[in-house]
């Protein structure tokens, strides 16, 4: 089964309905099939999490988090080896410290970073990426 990565901007567009909002419809149904699997780095959760808060609110953010949990997506922690990627992407690459655990996460499992984060452009042909 192929493994896909999200970036928290991928869960925003679909969440939000902007442009590509349909294309992360057909990721998530193709992971309710079981045709692919869908990973996600707690700090990509996270930035979801603080996004939804800071536009809409502490209950609509914790709504949003219970929507999350049922969807087909596995939440994995960080630990060392993570960081210390996430760290280098950051020192080589210059990307948004958060952006640099999804693409870690992408790297570490040789998995597809679903996103729609124009800054990812700068990692060249390192991660192979899904734009939404």
């Known amino acids: 089964m192929k493994t896909f990565v999200l970036d928290a901007s991928a869960l925003m567009t679909f969440f939000e309905g902007r442009g590509g909002a349909e294309k992360m419809e057909d990721v998530l ?10 990973v996600m780095s707690v700090v990509n959760w996270g930035e979801v999490y603080y996004s939804i808060w800071r536009v809409h609110g502490e209950k609509s953010a914790r ?14 922690g960080v ?37 729609s984060d ?15």
């Open 63 to 76: 709504e949003k988090i219970k929507e999350i949990a049922q969807l087909p997506i596995e939440v994995v």
């Open 29 to 38: 149904a193709r992971a309710v099939e079981r045709k692919q699997s869908l």
């Open 118 to 132: 124009k800054d990812f452009g700068v990692l060249g042909d390192r991660l192979k990426i899904a734009w939404v």
């Open 79 to 115: 630990d060392m080896e993570l960081a210390e990627l996430a760290a280098r992407l950051k020192a080589i690459h210059n990307l948004p410290y958060a952006d640099c655990f999804a693409a870690s996460l992408a790297e570490n499992r040789r998995a597809a970073l679903i996103t």
